[in-house]
């Protein structure tokens, strides 16, 4: 198992794809890697959309200032929240962080670009996919195979983050 | 790295533990895989505290009522975020995911237990451990060897949460 730990410390977000389409097999592990998230009360207050429509890629590239890389993604998941829930943007967060390291697992690049909360990306996307109005569009999870497949992550650790016992 | 898949996927919230101490190397490993999730633009607004002490494991157990089983638990870890940063809830979100996971791949059960955004519980914490007002305690996720290591996860997948190119 300790696999699971390597794979937790070198994922990283990967931005540039070659434009190869991503096995549909592969895009519901990594959506059902999302679901086995851990949520408030197990109210599990997610919904995924799995994008592989190349004139709704282009389209939410257009529109999304920071995703510009979907035009050469061969997916996109948009990680959804049920706004009635009062924990859902933990939850969502949990579950995409899950996608992202299933993605990476199985061999495929993704970045997380963020859709909440700034309505001016959220009200594009929701008209885009047809998002109802309690539900929320956390991000937009573009992911494809890496142009440059030997990128190491950076090394984030740092101890100063660290506190004994008390702060 | 098939076994990164495996391991998001067996992952499941464990609250009875035996009582017994945690390797403190693992407790580094675990805030380490933290640290290495993403975060907007990479600003890491997390910090975090490692428990062990078992008189301030007691206190927490008193204070929060949904971490009654910090009094079994070998040893806790508190995910802070710096609340001036604008998206520290999905970052510190994502950082427990991976410490959630961690603890798996090495064989503990964990468990995340709300803090934010329930003032009541926010305030016992930032008390007990002095933690600065612009931090703010995401969660307690109390760590510990499982008394049972046979549970098997309930399978979460739902398919009627998943939607193709559209909601």
Redesign the interface.
Known sequence: ?????????S?H?VRKFTGDPINENDL??I???G????S?M?I?P????????KG?LNNLCKALPYAKMLDKAGAAIIV?GDSKE??W???C??A???I???A????YGA??T?VY?YESRIEPVRK?????ND?IP?NVIPIGIAVDKNVK?ID???ES???????
Chains 1, 2 share one sequence.
């Open positions: 198992m300790q696999t699971l730990v390597e794979g937790i410390l994922r977000s519901n592990t959506v059902k890697a679901m086995a998230a851990p408030a197990n599990q997610w919904s995924f959309i799995i994008i592989t429509d709704i959804c009062a924990n943007v933990v939850d967060a949990a995409t962080e899950n992202l390291l299933a990476h697992a199985l061999g970045v997380w963020a909360k885009e996919c047809k998002i109802p539900i956390l992550p984030k650790y740092n983050k660290i506190h004994k016992n008390i702060w």
